[in-house]
Each structure stands twice: as C-alpha cells, then as structure tokens.
C-alpha cells in the first residue's frame, strides 16, 4: 500500500498535502521532534520522535519505500528515499531522482561550505509562494498515481 512520509519540521505544504493524500485515499505519516497540531483525519498519522539530529530523517529512511511517495527538503533523507525506490519532492513540486539527487547533494555540501567561510552569506533563497503550492499540488497528484501503479 502506498504511504505518503512528511518531514514535517518547518514543512510549508503540510495542509496541501493532506487534502491530496485524502482525495487519493492515501494514508500519510507526519514526522516531526513535536510540535504538530493533531488531525481529525483518520488517514493522517501524527509520528512524534525523539529530539535529536536527524531522528525524524532515519524514522522516514527505515520505512519508505518503492510505491511510496516522501516530502521533504532535506537532501540526504531524499538520497535514502530514493535509492530505496520512493519517489521524493520538495516542497515546491519539483522532483528529486537518481538523475538528479547526486548533484543537489553536492550543491547542498558547496552551499554549507560557502556560509561556512563567510559569515555573512547566511540564508537566503526566494520566499514561497503561490506558484510553489500550486506547483507541489500538482506534483503530489502525480507522484501519488505514478505510486500505486507501482505497488
């Protein structure tokens, strides 16, 4: 059965997400140190895990898989997800594969040493927005058929 996996810290599409996962029908796992407010949805599963680095990351990791769908920013959980055969989104839509997680992992390790050598290059990157919603919207739909046509 496909799962829909949230890496719900500071995610921006939580909501857009559930209302895809409940016109598919699709149970969704929202993972996260805390914080969340509870759903009324019973497909919507609120995880809770330990504080710490990367818990959340590994919870997702250890159960993801082909005929999955998992959103989420953090590169290295979508380099896991990935090669575990899930299929994996940011969120603003756009798709991370075996083409093309290798170089958005060595842009993401560039980017870290960039801040790290000037102080002042810290955050940055465009706002989301509109577009980017309506971009992960339509996206999810897609990754969500092209999912159960694989389990």
């Known amino acids: 059965m496909t799962t829909l996996y949230i890496d719900a810290d500071a995610c921006p599409v939580k909501d857009e997400a559930e209302r895809v996962a409940t ?3 699709i149970p969704m796992k929202l993972v996260s140190n805390g914080g969340l407010r ?5 497909l919507v599963d609120i995880i809770v895990v330990d504080a710490g680095p990367d ?3 590994m919870w997702i990791a250890d ?5 999955d769908v998992v959103v989420t920013s953090d590169m290295p959980l979508a380099a896991k997800c990935v090669e575990a055969g ?3 989104l940011r969120h603003d839509g ?3 594969t075996q083409a093309n997680i290798g170089q958005q992992l060595a842009m ?3 980017m870290a040493d960039l801040r790290a050598a000037d102080p002042f290059r810290q ?3 465009k706002a989301f927005g509109k577009a980017d919603r309506s971009r992960f919207l339509d996206a999810l739909d897609r990754a969500l058929h092209a999912a159960r046509k694989q389990v």
Do not use: E, M, T
């Open 23 to 25: 016109r598919h029908r």
């Open 38 to 42: 509870p759903s009324r949805n019973p």
């Open 55 to 57: 818990v959340a990351d």
């Open 63 to 67: 159960r993801a898989k082909r005929g």
């Open 86 to 88: 899930a299929q994996v």
């Open 94 to 96: 756009s798709a991370l």
């Open 108 to 110: 993401r390790d560039l």
């Open 123 to 125: 955050g940055g990157g």
